[in-house]
């Protein structure tokens, strides 16, 4: 019996570790996310964004044309959400200028660059390339982490990174399209580089991570001073 029940949970484990059962789940699952969403506003894509009111009427020749603008309540913003800060943000570097877009804090967000400065390049074909930035640098991150924590974990603890793949913490950030699937999917590239002991890699991508959320500093600062400790002790 209990042979029985080891092969079975085995067999389980195989399912759950192999990229072709895998990837199909994450990829049904993050367009039935954009499904549910779209199909409330007439799917439109830049729903995920969350437009507030107030902060469209200040920026309007930047807003894509037939978006998803939340009106809210008076002297609730207009009840936007993160993700138009990026935008906005990625729209200012995509046309190369420093107007700052209005209504926006400057001192609290001008420092979170990497999210918005990677879909700056998209937004070079207009405001909807934006949007379509925004999708696609989230995705391609949370798939690149994946495969990179796969690595990571080694074939006997793998399944732990197709849990990180189905995290509701990345389906949520996804969902609305702010910075912190973005920011994890760097952390995790700039930690296997880390443990690769690549450090010119890891101090790039380390500096990315920090440009796109400074919180990313609490977890790479101590990793920075052993990385230096660790080539300081092979010059010697």
Not at 46 to 67: C, D, H, Y
Not at 122 to 151: A, C, E, H, K
Not at 182 to 192: E, K, M, P, S, Y
């Amino acid at each position: 019996m209990k042979a029985e029940l080891d092969a079975f949970c085995s067999k389980i484990r195989s399912l759950f570790v192999n990229p072709l059962l895998i990837l199909p789940l994450f990829i049904l699952l993050y367009a039935l996310s954009s499904f549910l969403i779209w199909k409330k506003y007439d799917w439109n894509p830049s729903s995920q964004i969350n437009f507030g009111m107030q902060f469209v009427v200040q920026n309007a020749a930047e807003t894509p044309k037939g978006a998803v603008v939340f009106l809210g309540r008076p002297g609730d913003l207009g009840a936007g959400y993160d993700g138009q800060i990026f935008y906005y943000y990625s729209r200012m570097l995509s046309e190369f200028n420093l107007n700052w877009p209005k209504g926006f804090e400057e001192n609290i967000r001008a420092s979170r660059i990497g999210y918005p400065l990677f879909v700056s390049v998209f937004g070079w074909f207009g405001t909807w390339g934006t949007v379509f930035g925004m999708y696609l640098l989230n995705l391609v991150l949370i798939l690149i982490s994946w495969f990179l924590l796969r690595d990571l974990c080694g074939e006997r603890h793998r399944i732990y990174s197709s849990l990180y793949l189905f995290s509701p913490f990345l389906l949520g950030s996804y969902s609305l399209l702010v910075c912190d699937a973005v920011l994890t999917g760097f952390l995790v590239i700039t930690f296997w580089f880390y443990k690769k002991e690549k450090w010119i890699w890891f101090s790039l991508f380390g500096g990315i991570s920090i440009l796109t959320k400074e919180q990313a500093l609490f977890l790479l600062f101590p990793l920075g001073v052993e990385a230096l400790s660790k080539k300081n002790g092979k010059t010697r």
